[in-house]
């Protein structure tokens, strides 16, 4: 009797998914693009390195394709122009995007500005663009910068006075988060010889592998 419940299971699962997968995309004028495996669709097909994936697959079926990512139909555009096309003529159709599952399952993923979508994100982008990102803000906030990047002219002359190396990418990275920070806090969070930036870099680097890193639900939401 169980091994009846699983097989029944098993079915309905990959009925489910080939009707949502395939069917269901068939009724849609969807660009051309590889049929794909059951229910996994073309992830095999990606490899380990996408990028020459996508661009081998473009030369068979276009610079506009559709893939099959498990459940989840994603529209690839291969070339400057389409891209072009996309993001000039038809950037309110397209621009939704998705969430990867591992933000949203951390804590208050809403309260941030890069992950946010719908009204929320369009209310946070119009108060950067009105009370940050002004001519007249923007010519306000020139002393903060030009005290960042006195600082990092003295950390160098000083490195060099001493005769040791300088990370420019640690400094540098060091001097953008500490901008932001005090346009936005009015504080610094990285000391002034930058002693603390590595560790604000590290942490960072880490937010962003971990966000990109291939999740299986974000291809099969229903495992969620």
């Known amino acids: 009797m ?108 809403e309260a941030t500005l890069a992950w946010v979508t719908g009204d929320k994100w369009r209310n946070r982008r119009r108060i950067c663009s009105t009370q940050m990102f002004t001519n007249q803000r923007l010519d306000s906030l020139q002393e903060i910068r030009h005290e960042k990047v006195a600082q990092l002219v003295n950390h160098m002359r000083k490195q060099c006075q001493n005769g040791a190396a300088v990370d420019i990418g640690r400094v540098a990275f060091a001097t953008t988060l500490n901008l932001m920070s005090s346009t936005i806090f009015s504080v610094d969070l990285v000391d002034p010889e930058f002693e603390t930036a590595q560790e604000f870099k590290d942490l960072v680097w880490r937010i962003m592998e971990d966000s990109v890193k291939p999740n299986l639900s974000d291809y099969f939401p229903i495992i969620r």
Not at 47 to 56: D, F, I, Q, R, Y
Not at 74 to 84: D, G, L, Y
């Open 2 to 109: 169980e091994l009846h419940t699983i097989l029944l299971l098993c079915i309905s699962l990959f009925g489910w998914f080939f009707f949502k997968t395939y069917l269901h995309s068939k009724s849609r004028k969807l660009p051309p693009g590889p049929t794909g495996f059951p229910i996994i669709g073309s992830l095999l097909e990606l490899g380990s390195k996408p990028n020459h994936s996508l661009a081998n697959l473009a030369k068979i079926h276009g610079s506009l394709m559709t893939l099959n990512l498990g459940s989840v139909i994603t529209i690839v555009a291969s070339s400057p122009e389409t891209a072009k096309e996309i993001l000039q003529k038809h950037d309110k159709t397209l621009s939704a995007r998705t969430v990867p599952d591992v933000i949203t399952a951390q804590p208050n993923p």
